[in-house]
T-cell receptor, first 114, second 112 residues
Framework: GAGVSQSPRYKVAKRGQDVALRCDPI?????LFWYQQALGQGPEFLTY????????KSGLPSDRFFAERPEGSVSTLKIQRTQQEDSAVYLC????????????FGPGTRLTVL | GENVEQHPSTLSVQEGDSAVIKCTYS??????FPWYKQELGKGPQLIID?????GEKKDQRIAVTLNKTAKHFSLHITETQPEDSAVYFC???????????FGKGTRLHILP
């Protein structure tokens, strides 16, 4: 079946612009995670949803970062007033309610802030 | 919080030889240790995982070992093939609904 999809795959923004990154989880997956992966590094946790509830946002680096999942399916990560240090790949992962602990990752959105 | 250290950062092995990647974790509460493979332009993909109540797990050419006392875990790939070339991440997590803490990754090159 279809995996996790993310759009756009690539985004170039000028410093100061706002961006919105979309994640479509696997159908029926209750849990959704966002991670930030800097070049040459491992992914770092940003935030976690269970259905529409944002249960953990401890990894968001500043109040310029905001995530939502209003209907418990598609999620959007918004970054306001982008800065060069926001350049990274943003990964989304989802997991079903029952079953194992594996998180299924999307291909990521590569954000470049000029 | 949890911290995962991974080494080496780069590893080159001859095709057909074995590759070993080692990781340590800091929080004894961690109880699930997945390994992910990431190819260029793709998201991480789970290749094997191990829970804290198990010392070793094997899946064809891939095996993981866990030493809870020492807080060490390792990935072993035998009979390496060109398609094994990728970046490998070890990781740790405590609860099912918890974030994954990743190591910095190992870039594995399989030499022909």
């Amino acid at each position: 079946g279809a995996g996790v999809s993310q759009s756009p795959r690539y985004k170039v923004a000028k410093r100061g612009q706002d961006v919105a990154l979309r994640c479509d989880p696997i159908s029926g997956h209750v849990s959704l995670f966002w991670y930030q992966q800097a070049l040459g590094q491992g992914p770092e946790f940003l935030t976690y949803f269970q259905n529409e509830a944002q249960l953990d946002k401890s990894g968001l680096p500043s109040d310029r970062f905001f995530a939502e999942r209003p209907e418990g399916s598609v999620s959007t990560l918004k970054i306001q007033r982008t800065q060069q240090e926001d350049s990274a790949v943003y990964l989304c992962a989802s997991r079903p309610l029952a079953g194992g602990r594996e998180q299924f990752f999307g291909p990521g959105t590569r954000l470049t802030v000029l | 919080g949890e911290n995962v250290e991974q080494h080496p950062s780069t590893l080159s092995v001859q095709e057909g030889d074995s590759a070993v990647i080692k990781c340590t974790y800091s929080d004894s509460a961690s109880n699930y240790f997945p390994w992910y493979k990431q190819e260029l332009g793709k998201g991480p993909q789970l290749i094997i995982d191990i829970r804290s109540n198990v010392g070793e797990k094997k899946d064809q050419r891939i095996a993981v070992t866990l030493n809870k006392t020492a807080k060490h875990f390792s990935l072993h790939i035998t009979e390496t093939q060109p398609e094994d070339s990728a970046v490998y991440f070890c990781a740790a997590t405590m609860n099912r609904d918890d974030k994954i803490i990743f190591g910095k990754g190992t870039r594995l090159h399989i030499l022909p």
